[in-house]
């Protein structure tokens, strides 16, 4: 069955600490997988996906196809990053996502 | 930019009420999608359309019905609300190399 797991419903970290949300993925095949996020009384929006290879506000997010892992890293967390991370994942030639459960992550000053 | 509005930012209905909830988007996407979140269970497919008055069920179709008559419009009604219906509902169109955008969503409540 396809599925997105987010072992964490919160991580809570303060300013400069390192930051790495989980999320484990079950597909049998080759998925494309993302990194939403959702800020306080803001819409959802897409941060990253593992495609593009590309760091989004200093986070990266490596697909680890053997561990079938993308997990989403930060080295130095900031306030302004506290909001609610959803990892997704997407099957070959369809359009729909299939989502994670959310982690929320407080940075503190 | 992609813009996606719904009618509605907060709602209030009776068991029992027929709802409505219009999503509408400006960028000429042929699919769209409603899903409902809920704390610890993330975002549930209820219904997604892939053109004008084709439509397929997700993972939780139960109790909705969709409706899409033009290309920017995606309608989700519930046909008899009911309490457990109580959620935020968000509505999404999907642009090039699969990313999509979602409206600010709605927050229905259902007494």
């Known amino acids: 069955a396809q599925r997105v797991t987010q072992p964490e419903k919160l991580l809570s970290v303060f300013k400069g600490a390192p930051v790495e949300l989980k999320c484990n993925y079950s597909?049998?095949?080759?998925?494309?997988l993302f990194w939403y996020v959702q800020y306080s009384r803001q819409r959802l929006q897409l941060l990253l996906r593992?495609?593009s290879r590309e760091s989004i506000k200093g986070f990266t997010a490596d697909l680890n196809k053997g561990e079938t892992s993308f997990h989403l890293k930060k080295p130095f967390a900031q306030e302004e990053d506290s909001a609610m991370y959803y990892c997704?994942?997407?099957?070959?030639?369809?359009?729909?996502?299939?989502f994670g459960t959310g982690t929320r992550l407080q940075v503190f000053p | 930019d992609v813009k996606v509005t719904q009618s509605s930012r907060y709602l209030v209905k009776r068991t029992g009420e027929k709802v409505f909830l219009e999503c509408v988007q400006d960028?000429?996407?042929?699919?769209m999608f409603w899903y409902r979140q809920d704390p610890g269970l993330g975002l549930r497919l209820i219904y997604f359309?892939?053109?004008?008055?084709?439509?397929e069920k997700g993972d939780i179709p139960e109790g909705y019905s969709v409706s899409r008559e033009k290309k920017e419009r995606f309608s989700l009604i519930l046909e008899s609300a009911s309490t457990n219906q109580t959620s935020m509902y968000l509505c999404a169109s999907i642009g090039s190399y699969n990313e999509q955008f979602f409206g600010p969503g709605t927050r229905l409540t259902v007494l």
């Open positions: 960028m000429d996407h042929e699919n």
């Open positions: 359309s892939y053109d004008v008055k084709m439509k």
């Open positions: 593992h495609i």
């Open positions: 597909y049998s095949g080759s998925p494309e």
């Open positions: 997704a994942l997407s099957g070959y030639n369809t359009d729909k996502l299939i």
